[in-house]
C-alpha cells in the first residue's frame, strides 16, 4: 500500500492496524485472514480514504497510490484583468492575455520567480484593432505562434520570450491551414493532418494505405497521444492501426473529451454529464481489468465543465460552481471530495492542473488563482 502524504494512519475494521513509513510512504499488512476488510486511511488536516476489499487466500491485494487531499486550500490571485491563460509545455511559465480600456496585451508569469513581465500589446501587432484567436508554445516554451485576425484576414506571428525585449515577426501561413486539410493537430514538433481525400499524414509522410471515408459537414478532431492516433467523427471515436495502415473504429458514443492518462494507459472520456475511463491495456495489479474495459466514474445531473487527470489515479473535475477530486479505482466505492475554500463563484470557471508545482489554476471572473500545494510529498 503506497499513500501520499507520509505517516498515515491505516485502520481495518475500524482498529488502528498501521502508520506508513517516513521515508516512502508505504505499508505492507501480511497475515490476514481471508475476507472482507475496511479500509480506512486518515492523517490530520486531510479528507480520508475508505474502501472495503476482500482479502484472498494466497492472494495479494494492492491498493496503490492513494492520496489524500488536503481539506482546506489557500488561493491566492496571481493576476486580474485576464481573459485567458495558456501554460508551457514545462508547466513553469504562463502566457496571460489581460484586457483594459485600451484593448489586449500579452504578459509572461515566471512561476519559479512569481514574477510577471510585458510581452506586447494589441497596437504592436496593428493600429487596427486584432483578434488573438489562437496562441501554441513552442516545444521548448522559449517561443509562441499566435493565430490572428485583423480586417477579417488572418495573420500569423512568431514571438520570442528569452529576448529583452520580446522580438514579434510576421510568420507564414503553416502549411495545414489550407483548404485542402480537414483537420490538423500538433504533437512533439510533428503535424498530423487529414486532407480531404481521408489521407492521413505526419508532416510529410503519408502514414495510412486506405483512406478514412469523409462525411461533409461532419466536425472532425484529431487527438495524439504517445503510441495512439485517435480521430474523432460526430460521436464516433477512431484509433489508427500502423499494422493496417488504416482507422478502425474504437468507441461509438457522446464524447466531448479525450484525455491519456499520465501512464498512456487509460483513456478519459467525457460527455455532459458522465466521466468514463477506457484501459488501454491490462491493469496488471487489478487482473479483472482488461484492455478495452469501459467503466463508468461518476454520473451527474449537473454539466460537467471539464475533467483532467491528476496522476494516474485521480481526475479533477468541475461544474458550474463545485471542483471535484475522484479516484479511477471502482473496487467499492469510489473516493470523492469537493474541494473547499473556493474564491467565491459567480460565474463559468476554467482550470488547470499543474504537474509541476501540484497547484491547480483556476480563472474566473477574470482572475487567475493557484491552489497551493494539492499532493504533498
Given at each position: 500500500?503506497k499513500?501520499?502524504p ?6 481495518l475494521?475500524g482498529?488502528?492496524?498501521e ?5 516512502f510512504g ?11 476488510y ?14 472495503t476489499l ?6 495479494v ?14 488561493f ?5 484583468g ?8 514545462n508547466?513553469?511559465r504562463?502566457i496571460?492575455q489581460?484586457?483594459d ?5 500579452l504578459k509572461?508569469?515566471d512561476l519559479?520567480k512569481s514574477?510577471?513581465?510585458h510581452?506586447?500589446?494589441e ?12 496562441l ?6 522559449k ?7 485583423i480586417a477579417?484576414?488572418i495573420k500569423y ?6 529576448k ?8 507564414k501561413q ?29 508532416n ?10 469523409i ?6 478532431t ?5 503510441n ?7 460521436n ?9 495502415k488504416s482507422?478502425?473504429?474504437f468507441?461509438?458514443?457522446?464524447i ?8 498512456s494507459e487509460?483513456l478519459?472520456l467525457l ?9 488501454l ?7 479483472q ?10 454520473r451527474?445531473s449537473?454539466k460537467i ?7 494516474p489515479?485521480?481526475?479533477?473535475f ?21 474541494i ?5 463563484i ?8 499543474n504537474?509541476?508545482d ?11 488563482y ?8
Amino acid at each position: 500500500m503506497k499513500i501520499l502524504p507520509k505517516q498515515a494512519e491505516i485502520y481495518l475494521d475500524g482498529e488502528l492496524e498501521e502508520k506508513t513509513d517516513f521515508f516512502f510512504g508505504s505499508v505492507l499488512i501480511e497475515n490476514l485472514l481471508p475476507k472482507k476488510y475496511q479500509i480506512k486511511v486518515v492523517k490530520e488536516g486531510y479528507f480520508p480514504w475508505e474502501k472495503t476489499l476482500e482479502i484472498k487466500e494466497k492472494e495479494v491485494t494492492e491498493v496503490k497510490n492513494i492520496v489524500l487531499f488536503p481539506e482546506n486550500l489557500n488561493f491566492n490571485i496571481i493576476s486580474q484583468g485576464v481573459e485567458k491563460f495558456w501554460f508551457s509545455p514545462n508547466q513553469r511559465r504562463i502566457i496571460l492575455q489581460e484586457l483594459d480600456e485600451t484593448g489586449w496585451s500579452l504578459k509572461l508569469y515566471d512561476l519559479d520567480k512569481s514574477v510577471k513581465s510585458h510581452l506586447i500589446n494589441e497596437t504592436n501587432i496593428s493600429k487596427k484593432g486584432v483578434d488573438l484567436i489562437g496562441l501554441e508554445f513552442s516545444e521548448n516554451s522559449k517561443e509562441v505562434s499566435l493565430k490572428t485576425a485583423i480586417a477579417e484576414q488572418i495573420k500569423y506571428f512568431s514571438l520570442t520570450l528569452d529576448k529583452t525585449p520580446p522580438t514579434l515577426t510576421e510568420a507564414k501561413q503553416p502549411a495545414t491551414s489550407s483548404e485542402d486539410i480537414i483537420v490538423s493537430k500538433k504533437f512533439n514538433n510533428d503535424t498530423y493532418y487529414l486532407d480531404n481525400t481521408g489521407h492521413l499524414f505526419k508532416n510529410e509522410e503519408r502514414l495510412d494505405e486506405k483512406p478514412f471515408p469523409i462525411q461533409t459537414e461532419t466536425e472532425y478532431t484529431l487527438e495524439i497521444f504517445p503510441n495512439f492516433v485517435f480521430l474523432k467523427e460526430g460521436n464516433t471515436l477512431y484509433r489508427f492501426n500502423p499494422g493496417l495502415k488504416s482507422f478502425e473504429k474504437f468507441f461509438d458514443g457522446e464524447i466531448k473529451t479525450l484525455k491519456i492518462s499520465p501512464d498512456s494507459e487509460k483513456l478519459l472520456l467525457l460527455s455532459n454529464y458522465e466521466i468514463c475511463v477506457l484501459f488501454l491495456k491490462d491493469k496488471l495489479d487489478q487482473p479483472q481489468r482488461k484492455a478495452g474495459e469501459k467503466i463508468l466514474i461518476s454520473r451527474l445531473s449537473e454539466k460537467i465543465m471539464d475533467c483532467l487527470w491528476v496522476n494516474p489515479d485521480y481526475l479533477i473535475f468541475n461544474t458550474q460552481d463545485k471542483i471535484r477530486i475522484i479516484e479511477i479505482d471502482d473496487r467499492d466505492r469510489i473516493n470523492v471530495i469537493e474541494i473547499k475554500n473556493l474564491p467565491q463563484i459567480t460565474g463559468e470557471m476554467e482550470i488547470f492542473w499543474n504537474e509541476t508545482d501540484k497547484n491547480l489554476y483556476l480563472l474566473q471572473q477574470e482572475i487567475l488563482y493557484a491552489s497551493g500545494v494539492l499532493i504533498p510529498g
